[in-house]
């Protein structure tokens, strides 16, 4: 019988995955000012979940990453079920912080659903892009790629959280400067974390020896194997 082994790196990458999306949830409950424009402290985790994306695509391929966002869907989602049942439940009598629980968990139906859908099209926006420009460029070009699909995820993340969750609340000439606002502070968190990211893409590749090329492969997103 052949032995089952599972990847550490794989399991620290995809543990760290989920916890930046769970974590900027909570984090995006805070606004902050970045020179004129007001942007939410989630911004200090979620890129960090594209990264790790192409860490995964790079090494593992893109089933493997198929895998990874499903599990971080399905994570994201308990704990923002969990929390909406935690805020319904009504609080003791001598508990007093029924309103600051409730702007942590007290997630609209609409701004989850938009949070969702939008974490899926980017996600696996990100993990296309740079499983195909891996086999077109023969494996070259790491950190164009790594760019190229950053710009790609987030272009969709936002191009569908921003009207679905915001779309008739924010004036539209707003809503449009914060599309783009958010696409390029992102991307530039991309570019500075670039170095690092190689540095362990690098690192992984020689532990584990492993560097899969997407050849002959189904990108349908609901088959995961």
């Not at 609080?91 to 007290?106: Q, R, S, T, V």
């Not at 590749?205 to 189904?218: A, M």
């Amino acid at each position: 019988m052949k032995e089952k082994t599972v990847s550490v790196s794989f399991m620290l990458l995809g543990i760290l995955f989920c916890v930046c999306l769970i974590s900027a949830n909570l984090l995006a409950t805070k606004q902050i000012m970045f020179g004129p424009f007001n942007i939410t402290t989630g911004i200090l985790v979620f890129p960090i979940s594209y990264i790790v994306n192409d860490c995964i695509v790079e090494v593992w391929g893109f089933n493997k990453a198929k895998l990874l966002i499903w599990t971080g869907f399905v994570m994201n989602f308990l704990f923002v079920f969990f929390g909406f049942v935690a805020d319904a439940i009504p609080g003791a009598p001598y508990w007093d912080n029924e309103e600051g629980f409730h702007k942590l968990f007290g997630l609209a139906p609409r701004v989850a659903a938009a949070s969702f859908l939008a974490f899926l099209c980017g996600s696996f926006l990100n993990a296309y892009v740079m499983s195909v420009m891996k086999v077109a460029s023969g494996g070259r070009h790491f950190s164009l790629r790594a760019i190229v699909s950053t710009v790609a995820g987030e272009t969709a993340d936002s191009l569908v959280f921003f009207p679905m969750a915001l779309g008739g609340i924010v004036p539209w000439d707003n809503l449009w400067l914060m599309v783009c606002w958010q696409i390029l502070v992102k991307t530039l968190y991309e570019i500075v974390v670039l170095p690092v990211t190689k540095r362990v893409v690098r690192y992984v590749k020689r532990t584990e020896g492993v560097d899969v090329y997407d050849r002959g492969i189904s990108y349908n997103i609901l088959k995961v194997s």
